[in-house]
Structures are given as structure tokens and as C-alpha cells.
């Protein structure tokens, strides 16, 4: 039995072919490792439990940033889907060492943090280029 497509549902299919495709995870390269970082659905949904909001809302406002040990415990949790065994106490130590390479609060954010958010789904395509944008700005002005 075919199939008839109407030209509403080819543009759709052409459409989707053609959206590029978001990257498969984020990295933190630190202490001469690369680590994977992204979110699944399961465990955005545990973060929400334990948080008791919208990852979304852990994002800060235009003027501040997200507490550390948010930022931490959000990034651990990116890293075990990749990176079995691993634990909070292992992050918090990975992220002295991100700082004793030079790394900082803002750095982490801007460059381990926000793509978190980027390939785990959160924005759309246009925001993430929006994003991007403003981020290498940032880098520019601040680091």
C-alpha cells in the first residue's frame, strides 16, 4: 500500500531534514581528561524533584549567576550517564582543579555550565544561536 504525502507534509519532512542537528553532548576538559556532559529526560525530571522547580529556573537572572553547588550538583548529574561512578565529591574536586588550571566561577558557566542546558534540549535552535552569540561576547568582555 503507498503512501500519499500532500505538499504541506513533504515541506515538513524537507524542513526537518534539513534543521540542523544538536550537538550529542557538552565537554569539560579538565585535569588533562574530557569529560561528556548532557541530561537525559529521566534525570531532568529527578533534578526538578529534588529542586522543586524547572531547571529553567536555576538559570539565574540577567544580572547573576546560579549558585555553585547548583551548578555543581547539575553537572554531576550530566556526567554519570557517560561517566559511571562518579560522584558529587569527585565534581566539586574536578572543579578545584578547573580553578587551579585557571579556570573560574564565570568561566564554568559560561563554558561548561550554559552548554549543558544548549544539548540537553532547553533551547531552540534560534535561541541556542542567539545564545552562542552573546557567550563569546561574554568570553570576550569578561576572561
Given at each position: 500500500?503507498?503512501?500519499?504525502?500532500?505538499?504541506?507534509?513533504?515541506a515538513?519532512?524537507?524542513?526537518?531534514?534539513?534543521?540542523?542537528?544538536?550537538?550529542?553532548f557538552?565537554?569539560w576538559?579538565v585535569?588533562?581528561?574530557?569529560?561528556?556532559?548532557?541530561?537525559?529526560?529521566?534525570?531532568?525530571c529527578?533534578?526538578?524533584?529534588?529542586f522543586?522547580t524547572?531547571?529553567?529556573n536555576?538559570?539565574?537572572?540577567?544580572?547573576?549567576?546560579?549558585?555553585?553547588s547548583?551548578m555543581?550538583?547539575?553537572t554531576?548529574?550530566?556526567?554519570?550517564?557517560?561517566?559511571?561512578?562518579?560522584?558529587?565529591e569527585?565534581?566539586k574536586?574536578m572543579?578545584?582543579?578547573?580553578?587551579s588550571?585557571g579556570?573560574?566561577?564565570?568561566?564554568?558557566f559560561?563554558n561548561?555550565?550554559?552548554p549543558?542546558?544548549?544539548?540537553?534540549?532547553?533551547?531552540?535552535?534560534?535561541?541556542?544561536?542567539?545564545?552562542e552569540?552573546?557567550?563569546?561576547q561574554a568570553k570576550?568582555?569578561?576572561?
Open positions: 500500500m503507498s503512501t500519499i504525502m500532500s505538499s504541506s507534509d513533504e515538513k519532512e524537507i524542513a526537518q531534514e534539513t534543521q540542523p542537528k544538536r550537538k550529542a557538552a565537554t576538559e585535569g588533562g581528561e574530557t569529560y561528556r556532559l548532557k541530561l537525559t529526560t529521566a534525570v531532568i529527578q533534578l526538578e524533584e529534588k522543586k524547572n531547571l529553567m536555576l538559570l539565574g537572572s540577567d544580572d547573576s549567576i546560579p549558585p555553585l547548583n555543581l550538583y547539575i554531576h548529574a550530566a556526567m554519570k550517564n557517560y561517566h559511571h561512578g562518579i560522584k558529587l569527585d565534581v574536586a572543579y578545584d582543579t578547573y580553578l588550571e579556570g573560574s566561577l564565570v568561566s564554568f559560561i561548561v555550565f550554559m549543558i542546558y544548549q544539548v540537553s534540549g532547553f533551547f531552540s535552535q534560534g535561541v541556542e544561536s542567539e545564545m552569540s552573546r557567550m563569546e570576550e568582555e569578561i576572561l
